[in-house]
């Protein structure tokens, strides 16, 4: 997850400053609405008080450094699942932000809003990164799979340590 989010990050930074779309028709204007996908940020403190908690139950021997990642991983999910969820929700009394899709458990949604949304959440630090509204899809698909490889990959080794 931490890997998806850098690259998803790096994508973000990299859209930023690719040229912006227009018809030609017409002018772009700030209250331009944009249908974007956006990766939620979870609480960073929160996660950096977790893991230097985590790290002095290792140093004490109470837990051990595969567990440790465990939770840090359980920990990160859980507060990027409450962001986006909290972000949907505040979306929800925004008459000027829509909600298309949403999956919390991966910390992207595909909104609809005017483009200052985007740069406020940026700047605010509630988005990690803001993509096409494509890419939604496609991260979504790529999470299932590698979900589908990991369950087999666990399967079979489940299948070859009960023979």
Do not use: H, W
């Amino acid at each position: 997850m931490t890997g998806a989010s850098a690259t998803a990050a790096l994508a973000g930074c990299s859209t930023q400053n690719a040229p912006s779309q227009t018809d030609g028709d017409s002018e772009e204007t700030p209250g331009t609405e944009a249908t974007l996908t956006v990766q939620i940020q979870g609480d960073q403190e929160a996660l950096t008080s977790f893991q230097e908690d985590l790290q002095a139950d290792v140093d004490n021997g109470t837990v051990t450094r595969a567990e440790a990642q465990q939770e840090f991983q359980n920990k990160q999910e859980e507060l990027i699942t409450e962001a986006t969820n909290e972000y949907e929700e505040a979306a929800a009394d925004d008459d000027a932000v829509s909600v298309a899709d949403s999956s919390p458990e991966y910390g992207m949604l595909r909104i609809d809003a005017p483009a200052a949304t985007f740069v406020d959440g940026l700047e605010d630090g509630d988005l990690a990164a803001v993509l096409p509204s494509e890419y939604y899809d496609q991260y979504i698909q790529q999470q299932q799979f590698q979900e589908e490889l990991n369950q087999q990959t666990a399967d079979q080794g489940n299948n070859t340590t009960g023979d």
